[in-house]
């Protein structure tokens, strides 16, 4: 359940009971698609990480090891060994971005696993029989993901066979919910908005999901190409027609940046692979900016990757050592980075809610929105 402690313009703070916990709003999801966090991290390290949510996907946990395993191991929280809120997304971006071989039917998606290529079938009440068994915290409907651009009518059609399989998808999560053997019987679920850059499609797909009363209401198809601002103008569009007293969760969003700009238009919740995925690659964020830790200048920097950090690696090691590691293909490389950056999001988000909290978020946005998408000067 979310409540809505205060609101500073379209910005909002708030809090969201489930029953693996509370966390504070807005707060950032740390992607662990399978169960675990690319680059070294456990669900230990997540706590002193200031992880208050994570984010695991259907499809990916379907495929392998398989849903029915982890159900036997007592759901994705023992298997994993969390035991704070988890998300799991439906596995339609999944179904529509990695099978190259795909059939969209009314009943579902026939598709090829991109694992092994064996035949596989999923629809509403599929996905929800896996995250089911899953026991995550809160469960995401099954939806189309369509390719951007896309032409209007296919778009169109699209928005109202989503619809369908919501309905489809909430029918089911009340019937599994209800079975005596089911791992997690108050399993949340919260409904897609689609409609491609189209606002009359975003605006009239949104009413007509806001009808069906879901737990949190998530905007998907966007930060797939698209400019950055025409991802603002959809949320400037479609937020307002969001329900105020549901939570609004913004799917693979993103930047530092993109995440201030989106809590500035109304959105609580977020989640994206960036943090991990640029870390392992080098790519670290700072309150100065975003920094290449393989830079020549960093061979013999004694500093800390960030001097505002606190985070464990900030604490323990230097950028010539950092650099060092990924130099020489080291493993701990990425792990240290990872660590850094998922602190650093985390930290964000507190700071945000701090803002929020004092009155004062409209001048920390205007300290960091840009501050953040640039290049450190000292490189």
């Not at 989503?162 to 079975?179: A, D, F, P, Y």
């Not at 908005?193 to 797909?205: F, K, M, S, V």
């Not at 201030?260 to 640029?278: Q, T, Y």
Request: proline content about 4%.
């Amino acid at each position: 359940m979310y409540t809505l402690k205060l609101k500073e313009g379209s910005a909002r703070r708030g809090e969201f009971a489930t029953v693996h916990g509370t966390f504070q709003t807005p707060c950032f999801m740390n992607v662990g698609t399978a169960a675990a966090i690319k680059g070294g991290i456990s669900s230990v390290d997540l706590k002193g990480l200031k992880t208050q949510v994570e984010l695991c996907n259907t499809y990916h946990l379907h495929v392998r090891p398989g849903d029915r395993i982890i159900r036997e191991m007592g759901g994705l929280h023992k298997f994993m060994n969390w035991d704070k809120p988890i998300l799991t997304d439906s596995g339609g971006f999944q179904v529509f971005s990695l099978a190259k071989l795909r059939k969209i039917k009314e009943e579902g998606v026939y598709f090829n696993s991109h694992v092994d290529g064996r035949r596989i079938f999923m629809g509403p009440e599929e996905s929800m029989q896996i995250q089911s068994n899953l026991g995550s915290t809160i469960a995401m409907a099954f939806d189309e993901c369509v390719e951007n651009p896309a032409e209007h009518e296919y778009s169109r059609r699209s928005c109202e066979r989503t619809t369908r399989w919501l309905i489809r998808c909430k029918e089911e999560m009340e019937r599994l919910n209800s079975l005596h053997d089911t791992i997690n019987p108050h399993q949340l679920l919260f409904g897609i908005n689609q409609g491609c850059t189209y606002e009359d499609l975003r605006i009239a797909h949104m009413e007509e999901i806001a009808k069906l009363d879901l737990d949190g209401y998530a905007v998907g198809g966007l930060a797939v190409g698209e400019p950055t601002e025409v991802m603002y103008h959809i949320l400037d569009v479609v937020v307002p027609v969001m329900p105020e007293h549901k939570i609004r969760y913004l799917m693979g969003v993103g930047t530092p940046s993109n995440i201030i700009e989106a809590v500035a238009r109304g959105i609580d919740l977020f989640d994206c692979v960036m943090p991990s995925r640029n870390a392992r690659h080098a790519t670290i964020f700072t309150w100065s900016g975003i920094m290449h830790a393989t830079n020549k200048c960093y061979e013999t920097d004694p500093r800390p990757l960030d001097t505002e950090c606190d985070c464990p690696t900030c604490r323990n090691f230097s950028r010539a050592y950092i650099r060092h590691l990924f130099k020489a293909d080291e493993q701990l490389a990425g792990r240290l980075a990872v660590q850094h950056n998922l602190y650093f999001y985390n930290t964000l988000m507190e700071k945000i809610r701090d803002a929020l909290d004092s009155g004062s978020f409209a001048s920390f946005r205007e300290k960091y929105s840009v501050r953040l998408s640039q290049k450190v000067s000292d490189t």
